[in-house]
């Protein structure tokens, strides 16, 4: 692993985007070089933008659009490894994660949601990576306690359901506050969170030889038997499918019945078909995780006598079968057939001004993920053309005064016809075309989308 002494980045960034534009202006041999040096540009100015709006005052999407950066930074980092502007850029990453661990401290958990802590568990296991490769461990294992002690900690006692009560499926995570003034909703983001937190931290564990980790893997286990148990209830769509090899998972599961738990319609406000782009990426990498671990849970089930029908191999065919679903779902649904532009699926519930400025982060999120190497071998589906087609979008409309992205990159035009895709695939669809970020404060929605447009430019050094 490569390790390099830290400093104290000064943010000099027009040395080095005068040097991004040497090295384009002096040309290359092949059409590939100017384009990596091209893109080697666009992700110097997108991150200058970002070290100018990251530092807001929003619990949840500070996590989320630093996770943003840490993955981008990453990709930079094993594209361009030897590079002056992107060791730089590491050094100012490392400063500004200092700064965040004053900034989650500053906070009264109890006001908090079970979500948030999701985000930045995440988050901080990133940022032990990158610490990690700095060669900084005691930043590192201060990210590693915040991500496990403090934040995986809280979801499993205070928001999993211990309770065998539930109907049609018991347990799961609940989308409540950690006062506890309200149980909150078993919705997709929440859930999907603590699985992928519970994977990544075994995951974790097994490379850097941490003992007394079962409880990890045994987490993802229950939320994995969660999501397929809901899965196999086909009535109630929660995976709901589009073709006979396409679905996309929704916003909740609900049933309809009486003595059901899950009927909650509010936090947030609930509308039929409601499907978020951001809950796709994660979903695939959870299960990716899950296959991958398959022998490590198979020896875990069995010394622990929890279930004598396990087979591996079927359980291998069962997620493989469910991220090919995933995986052509997004294909199908969230890609624009007119200009092959990534999307966010046309539901009022994450447009609309009650909570359009927490789901507008979606694209960026599920761009993360299905990007990663292993995500994207498991789907099987070839992402280059609509992750260049989105980069292309999000950095034509950008403001070429300081290079900040916009929450909306696509035309009316073809907005239009991709609601009428999505309306003859998905049978609902509302009327959407913009973001109502009225009541965002501005500083928040700068940072957020900037970091969409990480997200997306990170996708898009991955893909090279």
């Known amino acids: 692993m490569k390790r390099r002494k830290f400093v104290k980045a000064t943010g000099s960034y027009s040395i080095l985007l005068a040097a991004a534009g040497a090295l384009t202006a002096c040309g290359a041999s092949t059409n590939g070089k100017d384009e ?71 906070y009264d958990p109890g006001t908090l949601w079970a979500d948030d802590f999701g985000w930045w568990g995440l988050m901080g296991l990133n940022a032990r990576k990158h610490l990690l490769n700095m060669g900084d461990k005691e930043l590192a294992d201060k990210y590693l306690k915040l991500s496990v002690d403090l934040c995986w900690e809280y979801k499993k006692k205070t928001a999993y359901d211990h309770s065998e009560t539930g109907n049609p499926v018991p347990h799961g995570c609940r989308n409540g506050d950690a006062n506890g003034d309200s149980k909150g909703v078993k919705n997709t983001v929440t859930n999907v969170l603590l699985f992928l937190l519970s994977s990544r931290i075994y995951r974790l564990t097994l490379t850097e030889g941490m003992e007394d980790n079962d409880k990890y893997l045994e987490m993802a286990y229950k939320q994995w038997k969660w999501f397929d148990q809901w899965f196999k209830l086909k009535e109630y769509e929660y995976l709901k499918e589009i073709s006979a090899s396409a679905a996309m998972v929704q916003e909740r599961p609900m049933a309809f019945f009486e003595g059901s738990d899950y009927q909650e319609k509010i936090h947030p406000p609930w509308a039929e078909g409601w499907v978020w782009s951001g809950d796709q990426g994660m979903l695939i990498a959870a299960l990716t995780d899950m296959y991958g671990l398959s022998s490590h849970l198979g020896s ?118 991709y609601i009428e895709q999505f309306r003859e695939l998905w049978g609902l669809a509302d009327n959407v075309h913009t973001w109502d970020l009225d009541k965002m404060q501005e500083k928040n929605r700068l940072g957020v989308c900037q970091a969409i447009g990480l997200d997306i430019l990170g996708a898009a050094i991955k893909m090279k």
Request: aromatic share 12%; with cysteine; glycine share 6%.
């Open 300 to 417: 875990y089930i069995g010394r622990n006598r929890l279930d004598p029908e396990f087979n591996e191999m079927d359980f291998r065919a069962r997620i493989n079968s469910i991220i090919q679903k995933l995986g052509n779902g997004v294909k199908k649904a969230l890609v624009g057939n007119s200009d092959h532009i990534i999307r966010e699926a046309p539901c009022l519930s994450s447009f609309g001004p009650q909570h359009g400025n927490d789901y507008v982060a979606g694209r960026g999120i599920l761009l993360r993920y299905i990007s990663a190497d292993e995500e994207r071998k498991m789907t099987g589906i070839d992402w280059n053309l609509p992750i260049q087609k989105t980069l292309e979008a999000v950095w034509n409309t950008r403001d070429i005064s300081n290079n900040q992205f916009s929450a909306e990159f696509t035309t009316v035009d073809a907005d239009k016809k």
């Open 36 to 106: 990596d040096k091209e893109l080697l540009e666009q992700s110097i100015k997108a991150f200058k933008r970002f070290s100018e709006v990251w530092d807001f005052q929003d619990f949840w999407k500070r996590g989320n659009t630093f996770d943003a950066c840490l993955v981008f930074v990453s990709a930079m980092v094993q594209r361009w490894p030897d590079n002056d502007e992107v060791n730089v850029i590491q050094d100012q990453v490392r400063n500004m994660l200092e700064e965040n661990l004053s900034f989650f401290a500053s």
